[in-house]
Structures are given as C-alpha cells and as structure tokens.
C-alpha cells in the first residue's frame, strides 16, 4: 500500500481549512502540500506540481468547486467538503472519490481518507506479468491478456476493463490502472476511459470508435489522439 498521499485543500472559510489541516497533520500517511482560499490558486499550483488528492469545497465564490474540477484535464482524487448535503449527487457524478459533510468529524474524515488510500494501493490482481494480468471474480482468478483489453472505464472507486467478448470490474481508479499500462499502446483520453491504441478502428469527431464502444475524446487530449491514432498514416483522397 502506498505509504504518503500528497494532498491539497481548496476552501474559502478559514476554519474549514484549519480544520482539515489539523487531521490531515494527524493522519500519517497525508503530506499537505499546500493550502488555497479559492480555485484560481489551486488551479495555478496544480498546473506546475501533482498531488494525490484534493479537499475541495463546493460552494465558494467566483468558481465553485464543480466548476472547478470539471475543468481540470487531469484531476487527483476529490473529496469534496460542503455544508449543503444536496450537492453529494453532482458531486459523485464527477467521480468524486467522497464527499464530507461540514462540521467534519475526525472520524469520518478517516474513513473518506481511507477510502482514496485503498484506491491508490497496488492491485495485486492487475499486476502485469508476461503480458497479461489476472482479476479476482466471484472468488474466481480470470486470466486477462493485455492485448484482449479495448479500453478501461473509470467509474468512482471502480475501474471496469472491456475486451471484445466481456467487462471485468476491479476495485482501483483509472490513474493507478494507468501507471500498470504500457504507453506505447495505451493512452488516456478522456477524464473516465483508457483505450487501447491497437484496436481503434475509425475517429469520428470526438468519438474513437473500439469495437461497439464510442469513446469521448477530451479537448486536450484529441491532438496526441490525432497524432497517435492517425498520424503518417492518414491518406487522403485528391
């Protein structure tokens, strides 16, 4: 399991912010690197250095924190803190990891914290060995080969791996299934999906075409996609 989770918190209120800090100073295996009262100064840290997760709160001024995280290309793990409960669904519709309800427990912060840890701890199940990696089913251990996987779906805590002839569902996120892939043949193109470069077969608008899936390909990431997935190979019709 990882031992460190760098993290950040994004709040506008001064004693939320306190708050958080103390518990992540008593967490052992959390590394504050910062603190920001509003997302423009997140958004500016975030650019030059990476975390592993985000404290954000929702409802703050000039930009909340939906707003925020849907427009980060590449966003660390989120647990959002809010006051308003009714802003949880939104929340874990952007593939928030949790959300915390204010006044915060230290209790509950732990079993939140918790959960982003799991996530991130290696996969004993998807480690890749000779080419291939197993996934535990119904106490079952299936054997996946990388070059059967289409591409990979990131839905909260969950990632589900889809080949031509089945969907398999691991308990880890999208980035940690990332860093386990080969980058000549896979790529990340979207916030929630993975492909495999070798089975796309068309590009169509913003669309990758892999088997009967249509993939989204994000703004920033369609000109590598082009690149990658086009390339040299492009012959167009005089």
């Known amino acids: 399991m990882k031992k460190t989770l760098t993290c950040i918190v994004v709040d506008d209120e001064p004693l939320a912010r306190e708050g958080l800090e103390r518990y992540i100073e008593r967490t052992d295996f959390l590394e504050r690197r910062g603190s920001f009262k509003n997302a423009l100064k997140a958004s500016e840290f975030l650019t030059a250095e990476r975390v592993d997760l985000m404290f954000l709160d929702i409802h703050m001024p000039m930009l909340t924190g939906l707003e925020f995280l849907e427009g980060l290309p590449d966003p660390p793990a989120v647990i959002f803190t809010t006051a308003y409960r009714q802003y949880a669904v939104e929340g874990f519709e952007l593939q928030a990891a949790d959300y915390l309800l204010k006044p915060v427990s230290f209790a509950r912060f732990m079993k939140a914290v918790n959960k982003v840890r799991l996530s991130h701890a290696p996969s004993p199940e998807a480690a890749p060995t000779d080419g291939h990696f197993y996934v535990k089913e119904d106490g079952i251990m299936v054997k996946v080969r990388f070059e059967e996987v289409?591409?990979?779906?990131?839905?909260?805590?969950?990632?589900?791996?889809?080949?031509?002839?089945?969907?398999?569902?691991?308990?880890?996120?999208?980035?940690?299934?990332?860093?386990?892939?080969?980058?000549?043949?896979?790529?990340?193109?979207?916030?929630?999906?993975?492909?495999?470069?070798?089975?796309?077969?068309?590009?169509?608008?913003?669309?990758?075409?892999?088997?009967?899936?249509?993939?989204?390909?994000?703004?920033?990431h369609r000109a590598e996609v082009l690149e990658r997935v086009v390339g040299s190979k492009l012959w167009r019709r005089e």
């Open 150 to 220: 289409q591409c990979i779906e990131g839905v909260k805590d969950y990632i589900f791996i889809h080949t031509e002839k089945c969907r398999h569902m691991v308990l880890t996120n999208l980035k940690a299934a990332e860093e386990k892939l080969d980058s000549d043949h896979f790529m990340r193109v979207h916030r929630s999906h993975i492909v495999n470069l070798d089975h796309v077969t068309a590009l169509e608008g913003n669309l990758l075409h892999i088997g009967k899936h249509r993939i989204p390909v994000s703004k920033q």
